[in-house]
């Protein structure tokens, strides 16, 4: 405690001892997941077992507790029992769907950016799609047939947007379908205007058919110029 005119006041953990906290609850958690004793789902020892550990405070404890929740390793959840406290989540692409949309916002970064982004890592994907003869066609062909039937642009970018997801995923590559739903989910309000400004979803639909049998035919050379064909023509600018 502090004493200011008078009034005793808190005193705060020094800068150092926060970091120092947050450092020692994600190095915690790493060596655990690393031992196998702590996956997707599980919920973190409590504010006072993780204090009484890394010898530092609760509040210390708590406010790295919230920084990884905003981050989006953990989900809290408030209350007592055994429905209390934090739990490791599924979503690492989270974190990173708020910051691109914070960036395009304030223009940091632009659209041209992110449309080049997604350009390198889809064609990439679609490359190793077609080469690995053509996993999760099922779901592309599925997407397709739903954006035929999309009442609104809304309900077609919510099937454009499975369509590109299935062909991350058929390359096998977990990092590049987290990084690929973040830029997706960071951008799906500019889709929507996109298809908006377009009316006749013909030639998208045409895009993605090209794309989905260029990976049937294990064409990678195929696969990756239809993408290049079909960002160009849904993002011209």
Not at 24 to 45: F, H, N, Q, S, Y
Not at 81 to 101: F, I, Q
Not at 191 to 220: E, F, N, P, S, Y
């Amino acid at each position: 405690m502090s004493v200011v005119d008078g009034r005793r006041e808190p005193r705060r953990a020094p800068e150092g001892a926060r970091t120092r906290a947050f450092e020692e609850v994600l190095d915690r958690i790493e060596e655990r997941i690393a031992a196998g004793g702590l996956t997707v789902g599980d919920r973190l020892p409590g504010e006072r077992q993780l204090a009484e550990e890394l010898r530092v405070s609760r509040s210390s404890v708590r406010e790295a507790l919230r920084a990884l929740a905003t981050l989006g390793v953990v989900s809290s959840q408030v209350g007592r029992g055994p429905d209390a406290g934090a739990v490791l989540t599924s979503r690492p692409d989270s974190a990173l769907t708020e910051l691109l949309r914070l960036n395009l916002s304030l223009s940091t970064l632009t659209m041209r950016e992110v449309v080049d982004t997604r350009l390198m890592i889809e064609q990439w994907a679609a490359a190793r799609a077609a080469g690995d003869g053509g996993a999760a066609l099922g779901e592309m062909a599925q997407a397709v047939a739903a954006m035929d039937a999309a009442a609104t642009p809304e309900e077609f970018v919510a099937h454009d947007i499975a369509f590109h997801m299935a062909l991350a995923a058929a390359s096998g590559n977990r990092l590049t379908s987290a990084i690929m739903r973040a830029l997706r989910d960071a951008v799906r309000r500019y889709a929507v205007d996109a298809v908006r400004r377009l009316g006749d979803t013909a030639d998208l639909q045409a895009d993605h058919r090209r794309i989905l049998d260029a990976v049937c035919a294990r064409d990678a050379e195929a696969a990756t110029a239809a993408v290049a064909e079909h960002l160009a023509r849904a993002y011209p600018s």
